[in-house]
């Protein structure tokens, strides 16, 4: 594997989902992979499960990890080309990108929506620079649009704790006071489309999300409705994708306020077939989730997070495979 960016990077789900099975019963039996191997793990935004995951899952595989922080200590970079750089920025992502794969073999970035141009957004300009330019294997952290370490870990917690064989899965939006980006949900549908299970997204309407990770999927507005009978609540805010009216993007579109009856709480889930509540963390309760439900026997979001770790050793133990 070179790029682990979209469901369709990882093959076949149930071959790695048996993968991930198996890590997970000894997962230090690969540690002759990452000798004298080195992962640098690049951090444009802030983190807490991502980055101590995936370090782990680096450790577990016999790796060397190195962890950079890009807004701590590192030279401000620019990404723009083109630009006469007398600013504040001292040096530019074309030459810093070759500069850091020299020093690695594997290479992780975190690099969020910056809701500047959804075009710019949309086409993953700073990843795609760096798989172009660092000569290295790229796995994805968290991107202008995808969050694919996350929705594997997601997948595995579903089929860990699921009752039945096609479980319905229902992935709601929920308010937030400021604009959160699109990459945990796009990445949510597009894996959930491509297990087997029964997918339903709820949202207020001007939330569509963009159709190359929904297509297909069946959306119902009323939010109830959506989770009679749901074995899995998926709980996510995300801003206006921008697909009916493109100068919304990134926006929140309602004074949350006037939204908190989308909060998921006992009233909703009572209609559910006592659905298991998941959240990708960090998660602002009684915004997001009730404080009864994200504590209730329910709730599987510290195993979910758990779960990051084998996700991201599947991910870099293929990607030791293939180097
Ligand atoms: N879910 C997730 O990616 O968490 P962090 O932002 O803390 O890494």
Known sequence: MKVFQHVTDIGDLRTALAEAAEVKRDRYQWQHLGRNKTALLIFFNNSLRTRLSTQKAAMNLGMNVIVLDVNQGAWKLETERGVIMDGDKSEHL??????????????????????????????EKILNQFIKYSGRPVFFMES??????????????????????????????????????????????EWMLAADVDFVITHPEGYELDSQFVKGARVEYD?????????????????????????????????????????????????????????????????????????????????????????????????????
């Open 94 to 123: 074309l030459e810093a990108i070759p500069v850091m794969g020299s020093y690695c073999d594997i290479i992780g970035v975190r690099s969020f929506a910056r809701f500047e141009s959804r075009q710019d957004d949309y086409e």
């Open 144 to 189: 202008a649009t995808v969050h694919p370490l996350q929705a594997f870990a997601d997948l595995i917690t579903i089929e860990e704790h699921k009752q039945t064989t096609r479980p319905k899965v229902v992935m709601t939006w929920a308010p937030h006071p400021r604009a959160l980006p699109q990459a945990v949900p796009n990445s949510f549908a």
């Open 223 to 323: 939010q109830m409705k959506a989770f009679e009978g749901a074995d899995f609540i998926y709980a996510k805010n995300w801003s206006c994708p921008g697909v009916t009216r493109p100068e919304d993007y990134g926006k929140v579109l309602h004074d949350y306020h006037t939204m908190m009856d989308w909060c998921v709480s006992a009233r909703q889930m009572a209609v559910t077939n006592d659905a298991a509540f998941l959240h990708c963390l960090p998660v602002r309760r009684n915004m997001i989730v009730t404080d009864d439900v994200i504590e209730s026997p329910r709730s599987l979001v510290i195993p979910e997070a758990a779960n990051r770790e084998i996700s991201a050793q599947v991910v870099l133990k293929r990607m030791l495979e293939a180097l």
